[in-house]
């Protein structure tokens, strides 16, 4: 899995999600939308420090996302980091035939 690493005041900060980040996001009502993107850009941007820095004050991370450079190119790379878990999900199994544990079937009847 990707992540992106920012520094900051010669301190490195390390954004990335995992499933329980982005379900804790999405129980709070986050949504990745651009109907609302003030605020999904500023929870985006927030989420991803959540994995690593977990008491990173918001003010803080605002005035990082303040003082970037290529702000699209920054967001581009989150939607994507965001997405990841929900890929990782998705995947299909890899094993090879014949396994002890048979992968499990279903059938819609």
């Known amino acids: ?26 129980d709070s009502g986050f949504r990745l ?23 990173i004050d918001r003010e803080f991370v605002r005035g990082i996302w303040a003082a970037q450079k290529d702000k699209e190119g920054l967001l581009s790379e989150l939607v994507k980091l965001y997405k990841a ?9 890899e094993g090879a035939e014949g396994e002890e544990n048979p992968t499990p079937t279903w059938k819609v009847v």
């Open 1 to 26: 899995m990707s992540k992106i690493v920012i520094s900051h005041n010669e301190k490195d900060y390390t954004l990335e999600f995992s499933r329980k980040t982005v379900i804790a996001m999405e």
């Open 33 to 55: 939308d651009l109907e609302t993107p003030n605020s999904m850009v500023d929870r985006l941007f927030y989420g991803a420090f959540q994995m690593h820095h977990k008491k």
């Open 85 to 93: 878990p929900l890929d990782d999900l998705m995947a299909e199994p």
